[in-house]
């Protein structure tokens, strides 16, 4: 590979990277503007919340598949990572996806009476749940080297939330912005497994327990837990 494709590469990154930073930063700009104090600050409370929803429920699986698949990715077993992804991913599915319906059917049964609390309580939850599945697809693709796509996918991811928080705002409110978030996400999700994955793939699913990839990366989420409260905090 030449230097002119290696600093070529290397500047479509950049860009992309500040154009996801840009609209990450902008659309709080935009939406302080577009709702009242009060619902932007039940929208920073949502963030707030859903953080620590996506790493306690994601169990460190995107950190293991990280690690495990950058290991695997250098002796080239390519095999073995679509296997630990799709391994995790079920595993997610199948375990945060049911803890997720539960904690929407006692919350409505038992603490929420509020209508439109419950209404954004419920999207908090699936908004996680939803951030857990892409925070997998993320690990499964840096895992990989391939950074442009990475950087491709968060452009895009930002550029959506913000074109539809923009068009949502006004009418639905705080509502509106979280359920942006939530479209942005899975098309970004979406978009990347069909990129990623192919239907032959499938086939390379182990049915082991995903049990390897918690355990490589439980500590690192705690880690990041940890200084995400040290930072509210501070």
């Not at 290991?71 to 991913?89: G, H, N, P, V, W």
């Not at 979280?178 to 990623?196: D, G, P, Y």
């Not at 049915?207 to 990366?217: D, F, Q, V």
Request: charged share 15%; proline share 0%; with cysteine.
């Amino acid at each position: 590979m030449n230097l002119t494709l290696i600093f070529k590469k290397k500047a479509i990154y950049l860009l992309l990277m500040l154009t996801a930073s840009f609209f990450g930063f902008f659309k709080l700009i935009v939406y302080s503007k577009l709702i009242s104090v009060e619902d932007f600050g039940t929208y920073s409370l949502v963030l707030s919340t859903y953080i620590f929803l996506v790493f306690l429920g994601g169990m460190g699986l995107s950190e293991g598949l990280l690690k495990k698949g950058s290991m695997c990715f250098a002796t080239e077993d390519i095999k073995s990572i679509k296997d630990y992804f799709l391994r995790a991913l079920i595993f997610s599915v199948v375990i945060t996806g049911s803890v997720s319906f539960l904690l929407i059917i006692l919350s409505r049964i038992f603490l929420i009476r509020d209508g439109e609390t419950l209404l954004i309580f419920c999207l908090t939850v699936v908004l996680a749940f939803a951030t857990i599945l892409f925070n997998l697809i993320d690990s499964f693709i840096r895992s990989q080297q391939k950074f442009l796509l990475f950087a491709s996918i968060l452009a895009i991811k930002n550029i959506i939330a913000i074109t539809l928080g923009s068009m949502w705002a006004t009418t639905f409110g705080v509502r509106g912005l979280i359920f942006s978030e939530l479209v942005s996400v899975l098309i970004v999700f979406l978009l990347s497994f069909a990129i990623s994955i192919k239907l032959s793939d499938i086939k390379l699913y182990n049915s082991k327990s995903a049990a390897i990839l918690i355990s490589n990366g439980y500590q690192m989420m705690l880690t990041l837990v940890l200084r995400n409260i040290a930072l509210m905090l501070d």
